[in-house]
């Protein structure tokens, strides 16, 4: 009696959104995969670019909307390649910035899952560079920091060091929040409180290397304002600095 073979596990970052924007390992697993599992952040171009004959399989998770508990996408992970399929995870950006895939892989190794990390655009470079920002210049910004801006700043255990990042955009650095709409009113204000000087120039990309792209730009103390007045709504990354 032969004893079923485990799949692998592809951790596929599909990049900020432009399917022409994907790796061509991307490319060629999502053409040969027998099931994808799939972020709400992967943009629709690259799901419908999916064969007909691939099991296409939604668990995202949306700010405010329908979640898949991570436990269970773990899970179903795990079912589908001991099933003996080539399943490919695909998550918007990179798979190993803010997006889980450093969990995943924990979890199918512990489990005896083969899997492999493919990495994508993270929106993190992507976004300002399209908007035509360079996240690091040789005259103007040689550090880089990139944060996530789910978390709430004020509260007393935060993982983010609002002062240290405030240092580095003051010495000339670029921070990129993702994920950060909601929070923007206030992270701005977080690192106004650690000292940046209001004048700093801000600029949010929404849907970034999308036809619908939309940058809107201003600084720390007016970027809450013309966001809202021009109703930016994630995803959207935004770039803090000079």
């Known amino acids: 009696m032969s004893t079923m073979t485990t799949g692998t596990v592809y951790l596929v970052g599909a990049g ?24 709400s952040l992967v943009g629709d171009g690259v799901v419908d670019s999916i064969p007909d004959d691939v099991r296409v399989e ?20 795990v079912r589908a390649a001991k099933a003996g399929r ?30 492999e990390v493919v990495p994508g655009i993270t929106s993190a470079v992507a976004a300002p560079g399209v908007a035509g920002i360079p996240p690091t210049h040789r005259d103007h910004a040689s550090t880089l920091a990139v944060v996530t801006g789910h978390e709430d700043p004020t509260k007393e255990d935060s993982a ?41 120039p801000v600029a949010m990309i929404e849907r970034a290397t999308l036809s619908d792209e939309r940058v809107v730009t201003g600084t ?7 966001a809202d007045a021009a109703g930016i709504e994630p995803p959207a990354v935004t770039v803090v600095g000079n």
Not at 58 to 76: H, L, M, S, Y
Not at 96 to 108: C, K, Q, S, V
């Open 220 to 226: 720390l103390d007016t970027i809450v304002d013309i």
């Open 58 to 77: 939604p668990v995202g998770k949306r700010a405010g909307g329908e979640r898949t508990p991570q436990a269970e996408i773990n899970d179903r992970l």
């Open 16 to 39: 900020p959104g432009d399917p022409e924007l994907m790796t061509v390992k991307a490319r060629r697993l999502l053409d040969s995969a027998d099931v994808v599992f799939h972020d």
């Open 86 to 115: 080539e399943v490919v995870r695909l998550k918007g950006g990179d798979p190993t910035i803010f997006a889980r895939g450093g969990e995943e892989a924990e979890h199918l190794a512990r489990h005896d899952v083969p899997f």
């Open 160 to 200: 983010l060091d609002w002062d240290a990042l405030s240092g580095l955009v003051d010495a000339g650095g670029t921070l990129v929040i993702l994920m950060g709409v909601g929070r923007l009113p206030d992270n701005a204000a977080a690192l106004r409180a650690a000292s940046v000087d209001a004048d700093t």
